[in-house]
């Protein structure tokens, strides 16, 4: 009997913002082959990750589960390949699957890929010219180097699996890409683009972080500071600070924007190949990436903060079986529900253990009443010497955002700055969506605090975060 079942192309790349999408209202750039997912299907507005950070965040894209209980709360805790993920359920369940490209969940025997028919990933970050890849062998694989661009060898790895299956079982593809992640080296096709033109700016680039926390006004991640390779130079000499911001925004984006060129291109590639071959119908396709990304925002680049340029994700699917064309969910979703809805449209109970919720049914254009109205999130890495973020976690609802530095109340020593006290933040999106202005003492938000406080008390206990101990 014919397996109906729907095949899953699930592409992820890794620092991609979604205000670098055109189909998400991108200012900077246009991007119209992932804008041809988000036409012919659905659009995503509210998709957040609980942890932004790669390593971590791809841990709970693969096992459904926040990073206390996956174990994966920073990037040097690569992820027990005993954890049960979404690709070993669905090859147990008849699946044949297969990654090709990042993987960054560490390597050898105890860390390498698993529950995968197939794999060639990328040693740690990769490379974007000649990269090595880690294919199945002896002791976690063996490597080998393969001339060429990343993200274009990737594509062909991809497309190259997909021709020389036999077709008899549905299948699941994750096409993870090495790009956008810094440091940024475009390929030679797209190392032109933007030469002779300014990128806007963003609104907030200039941000000198008054009223906010001492964690925002610490973190190491101004894009000024930026080393002179990543920005291919140093700035003229006699350059104001924000005149030396300005002119390190400019270098930053483009080299942003021409690895998401390559991107776009080859994600391009795969929807042909689905065409050509009469698998549209039948294949679901996604474009995400591990987490957000500051373009400039608050004058910063890099992630970590559950502030919104970096808590977002893109999020965009393609399904035209079950998909409206040019549809658009503003319902919150998580990085914790992309296994449960890769397990549902494959028809395969979901465990109780994995602590998001299909969005299958967002997909088909139902909005569940007690679908969630509020998020948990939590950043592990204190202060980790090179970007000085502070630990912290956080309720995040349609309106407010609540965030708890803790840093010292676990008392764990400062790497580069003096230890200061645990903090609040309080932000109203719906009177600062920049969030500039953190309200969490103005007496016109006394009454909303303990609520907020009670909601994040109320997901830390759903998912079994312990948190800390909590002062002011
Ligand atoms: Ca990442």
């Known amino acids: 009997m014919a397996d109906n079942r729907p095949n899953i192309i699930f592409i992820m790349t890794d620092d991609h913002a979604s205000h670098a999408m055109s189909c998400y209202g991108s200012r900077i750039n246009r991007t119209p082959n992932l804008d041809r997912i988000a036409n012919e299907g659905m659009r995503f507005d509210n998709c957040f990750c609980t942890n932004s950070i790669c390593t971590p965040s791809r841990a709970t894209i693969l096992s459904g589960t926040y990073n206390h209980i996956n174990g994966v709360t920073t990037l040097s805790t690569p992820m ?3 954890t049960l993920t979404f690709p070993k359920i669905l090859q147990d369940a008849g699946y044949e699957t297969a990654i090709f490209g990042k993987w960054h969940l560490g390597m050898g025997p105890e860390h390498c890929p698993t529950g995968f028919d197939d794999w060639a990933v990328l040693p740690g970050q990769g490379k974007y010219h000649n990269p090595s890849f880690i294919l199945p062998g002896p002791d976690g694989g063996t490597t ?3 001339k060429g661009y990343a993200t274009d060898l990737i594509t062909d790895m991809s497309l190259d699996w997909l021709k020389q299956r036999d077709g008899t079982k549905p299948f699941c593809l994750l096409c993870h890409h090495k790009a956008p992640h810094g440091p940024w080296y475009p390929d030679e096709k797209h190392a032109h683009l933007y030469l002779n033109e300014d990128i806007p700016e963003p609104e907030t680039l200039h941000d000198d972080y008054s009223n906010r926390s001492y964690a925002a006004n610490a973190a190491d991640m101004r894009i000024e500071d930026l080393k002179p390779n990543a920005l291919d130079g140093e700035p003229p000499d006699n350059l104001s600070r924000e005149e030396a911001r300005r002119w ?14 390559s991107v776009d291109d080859n994600v391009g590639r795969l929807l042909s190949y689905l065409d050509e071959t009469g698998q549209a119908e039948n294949t679901i396709v996604i474009y995400t990436s591990d987490q957000g990304f500051f373009l400039g925002d608050h004058g910063w ?6 502030y919104e340029e970096s808590l977002r994700m893109p999020f965009i699917v393609r399904y035209p079986k079950e998909v409206e064309a040019g549809s658009v969910s503003k319902e ?3 990085n914790t529900d992309f296994a449960p809805l890769f397990l549902d449209l494959a028809e395969t109970e979901i465990p109780e253990s994995f602590q998001g919720r299909s969005l299958r049914p967002l997909l088909q254009g139902k909005s569940p009443e007690d679908w969630r109205q509020s998020m948990y999130y939590r950043y592990w890495m204190h202060k980790d010497g090179v970007h000085n973020v502070y630990a912290h976690y956080g309720l995040r609802t349609h309106r407010y955002k609540l965030i708890y530095y803790y840093s010292d109340a676990l008392g764990q020593p400062g790497t580069r700055e003096e230890s200061h006290p645990p903090e609040w933040e309080l932000f109203d999106l719906a009177e600062d969506p920049c969030e500039l ?5 103005e007496p016109a938000y006394a009454e909303i605090i303990p609520q907020l406080k009670d ?6 206990a759903e998912v079994k975060d312990k948190g800390v101990e909590e002062v002011g």
Do not use: G, T
Request: cysteine-free.
């Open 437 to 441: 202005n953190n309200v969490y003492h």
């Open 248 to 261: 390190a925004y400019q270098r930053y984006i483009k080299k942003y924007l021409r690895v998401i060129a």
């Open 144 to 146: 080998k180097s393969v």
């Open 301 to 306: 680049y890099d992630k970590r903060f559950i």
């Open 455 to 460: 909601e994040l008390h109320r997901r830390q």
């Open 80 to 82: 027990d390949n005993r």
């Open 332 to 334: 919150m979703v998580l």
